[in-house]
């Protein structure tokens, strides 16, 4: 293998003899003849660039400070330096080889905790320089060989070894593409090894992904081991996926499921697939439309008990559910104490799945404690076995479409592998793109270890920091009697460092989160989970005189190039996820400045967004103060905020079960109903305003007359302010306006 990282030596020069500066330049030399590549920095320099340096080097050499000429407490300051240098890479990176070059007597009196984290001293004097670069240069081959985990090791092997290849994908390793012109720019942007890479499951030497066998089940165990967990399923098409096959292996047609009521749509799909009867666990929402938590009464035996008792479509009504799902972190960041909610389950339901997508992270950090599914030294459970789905590529380093599926058994154990892998297969392609397994494997290594911890520590510690540089410029502005934007959640207070817990509790009446029945200890925001506020809205739901919606900014930012993550009507959703630097924040908040400017200064459209303006002409002229004013008294008028929060807050009646309603949608009994006349149908498709984007009716239910409300109040925003009035998912358009496709009753 060559060295890909290189070899780092580090040197401060200015307390080092012209001797040993000699020795260093010699070793220097003899690695670069050797076509190692190596990197030779000043202390300084180095503890500059640390957090890069000190992961992406093969060896570390650190050069000793020359000791003084009188022995005494100065030499010895030196050597603290240098030892909390050295105990600093090992916080980040536990394995990479460290080495001391330098003069004997030096040595002698290292202390013991430095020696206790390095691999050897190395006495500049005594050996040739080509043999010392040898002894490092194998150090460093081995430590890379070490780093990558079974699986990626096997597929970087087969891409590299180049072997002819008969069977599919038929571009061959990529020479495919290159029978064409356009092939050609296909292959030279995704460049060869991702090609090479690409190979199909008939390939033994990988192992089988579908069969949890050779490299990859290696690298499921290890994975599994990082995450806590007894068993871990790579899956190459996202946790939509995920979530299907976990309900297809346990779930069967009329069972009971209890379920979050602002689930992900999989979960209603796998509602669909299965033919499960659902009863809804229905979570709370402030009038910021903020979802807030399901209220821990609701997972009481007596509140599942009367939802049994109340559904027609449940006949025996001493049934105990067969799984509950809930969404863990909700998709405004809530997360629920899982460790409560196993306890409380317990027996009660079957099976309990966590769907963690946003959530893969928070095994890594104290601060996520009891606060995620799976939890390793927690107490197991003993009837129920705790699921969980995550998506890797939503917060780690996933590629699109990495994401996993874990179990933690119960005492009595209940998972039968042969029928989970049957609903696996149901779910999967047989031809699983390996370079996203790969991802899986990688990403779940780089949490392996300290630096699991270090990764999540890290963007906690951007979010708060993000958190209290906005704080500081909102405190400021205020000051000046000027606007600026909110950013949802506690007072990260005046304090540097790492969030502390208690704060992002959501305790009872505490002002900031704006929810009215919340349970002390049950629920904390996930500082990483960002909902940043315009002004116009407050948290209950008032609206104040200025105004500026939230679609406004997001279309501004969109412009120049930050995309968010999901728009309410007077917030938008940001997500700090392990790859966040502070460059990134920091240029965000320019933006934000740039718009408040354009804001104040009220700059036509056509200059701050021109291209926005060249699609939607009829802005153009208009200011683009003048725009917000009008969509904020355009909501205003009509009370959008309360609306669009008020019809998530009614569970609508269940007229067929979801199955059925998919049923009757395949077999054509379905008809195109006119917004105007919905009121009372029972829709066969899913209904998704935007904003907020999650599911309002489920196929099955019956519309109410506050969703046509709603529909047609949308509609009317929309003709009134294009691309500003929201739009909902479902909705069909007709020859004469917008239809929903419903079930034709006889
Ligand atoms: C995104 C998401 C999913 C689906 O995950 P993909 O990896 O995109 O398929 C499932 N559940 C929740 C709560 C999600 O947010």
């Not at 976990?246 to 779930?251: P, R, Y």
């Not at 938590?293 to 007596?302: A, G, K, L, N, T």
């Not at 009716?697 to 109410?704: A, L």
């Not at 969703?707 to 909902?728: A, C, D, I, S």
Request: aromatic share 8%; hydrophobic share 40%; net charge negative.
């Amino acid at each position: 293998m060559t060295l890909t990282f290189p070899v780092s030596i580090i040197e401060d020069r200015s307390r080092t003899s012209a001797a040993l500066s000699a020795a260093v330049r010699s070793l220097v030399e003899a690695l670069e003849r050797h076509g190692t590549p190596t990197e030779h920095l000043d202390t300084p320099s180095a503890i500059q660039g640390s957090s890069r340096l000190f992961i992406q080097s093969s060896t570390i050499v650190f050069v000793i400070p020359q000791r003084d000429l009188a022995p005494g407490a100065a030499a010895d300051d030196r050597l603290d330096e240098l030892t909390e240098l050295v105990q600093s890479v090992r916080a980040k990176n536990p394995y990479v080889p460290i080495y001391l070059f330098g003069e004997l007597l030096t040595a002698r009196r290292l202390p013991d905790d430095l020696l206790a984290e390095i691999e050897g001293v190395i006495n500049a004097y005594e050996d040739t320089p080509d043999f010392v670069a040898r002894t490092i240069e194998r150090q460093a081959r081995e430590h890379l060989e070490t780093l990558t985990p079974p699986f990626f090791r096997a597929l970087m092997k087969y891409a590299n070894d180049a072997a002819y290849s008969w069977h599919c994908p038929g571009h061959n390793g990529g020479t495919a593409f290159l029978k064409s012109p356009v092939g050609s720019i296909f292959h030279g942007f995704f460049g060869e090894p991702m090609l090479r890479a690409d190979v199909c499951s008939s390939v033994e030497d990988l192992g089988q992904l579908l069969g949890h066998s050779g490299p990859v089940a290696e690298s499921e165990r290890r994975a599994a081991r990082t995450f806590g967990a007894d068993r871990l399923f790579f899956v190459t098409n996202g946790t939509s996926t995920s979530n299907k096959i976990i309900w297809n292996s346990i779930v069967a047609e009329g069972d009971v499921v209890l379920v979050d009521r602002n689930c992900h749509k999989s979960i209603l799909h796998a509602i669909m697939i299965t033919g499960a009867i659902p009863i809804y666990l229905n979570p709370t929402r402030n009038r910021a439309g903020i979802i807030g938590p399901i209220p821990r009464s609701e997972f009481s035996r007596e509140s599942i008990q009367a939802k049994i008792d109340a559904n027609p479509f449940i006949t025996d009504k001493s049934v105990k559910p067969r799984l509950m799902c809930i969404t863990q972190s909700t998709y405004d960041g809530i997360v629920y104490n899982a460790a409560e909610i196993r306890e409380m389950l317990d027996g009660e339901v079957g099976a309990l799945h966590f769907d963690e997508a946003w959530l893969p992270h928070a095994a890594f950090h104290e601060f996520y404690r009891d606060m995620h599914a799976i939890e390793q030294d927690s107490k197991r459970t003993m009837r129920s076995p705790v699921y969980a789905s995550q998506s890797t590529h939503k917060l780690l380093a996933g590629l699109s479409q990495a994401s996993q599926i874990l179990l933690r058994d119960a005492e009595e154990p209940t998972f039968r592998e042969s029928i989970f892998n049957e609903a696996f297969l149901m779910h999967t392609s047989t031809s699983p793109q390996y370079a996203i397994i790969a991802s899986c494997d990688v990403s779940a290594e780089m949490m392996a270890g300290p630096g699991g911890e270090a990764l999540v520590g890290d963007a906690l510690l951007e979010a708060v920091e993000f958190r209290r540089a906005m704080g500081r410029i909102q405190a400021e502005l205020t000051r000046q009697d000027q606007w600026w934007f909110g950013v949802w959640g506690p007072e990260s207070g005046p304090h540097d460092g790492l969030p502390d817990r208690a704060e992002w509790s959501l305790t009872p009446g505490a002002a900031w989160h704006g929810f009215h029945n919340v349970d002390d200890g049950f629920t904390m925001l996930d500082p990483l989970k960002v909902t940043l506020t315009t002004p116009g809205l407050t948290v209950n739901g008032e609206f104040e005189e200025f105004g500026i919606p939230g679609p406004l900014l997001t279309a501004y930012l969109a412009e120049h190039g930050v995309v968010v993550e999901k728009t309410g009507l007077y917030s938008l959703f940001l997500l700090f996820t392990i790859g966040v630097t502070k460059g990134r924040w920091n240029s965000l908040i320019a933006e934000l400045h740039r718009f408040k400017h354009a804001i104040d200064a009220n700059i036509p459209l056509e200059d701050c967004m021109p291209r926005f303006a060249a699609s939607r002409p009829q802005y153009a002229q208009e200011g683009i103060a003048d725009l917000a004013a009008k969509l904020h008294a355009a909501y205003r008028e009509r009370d959008y905020a309360n609306l669009s929060t008020d019809i998530y807050l009614r569970e609508p009646e269940m007229a067929l079960l979801p199955g059925q309603a998919w049923n009757t949608m395949t077999t054509g009994k379905v008809e195109n109903v006119p917004v105007d006349e919905l009121a009372g149908r029972i829709t066969s498709v899913l209904l998704t305003p935007y904003p907020p984007g999650i599911p309002l009716v489920v196929p099955g239910e019956r519309i109410g007359a506050h969703v046509v409300n709603y529909l047609k109040q949308e509609e009317e925003l929309e003709r009134l302010f294009p691309g500003f009035g929201g739009h909902t998912h479902g909705l069909v358009d007709g020859p004469n306006g917008r239809t929903v496709p419903c079930i034709v009753e006889d």
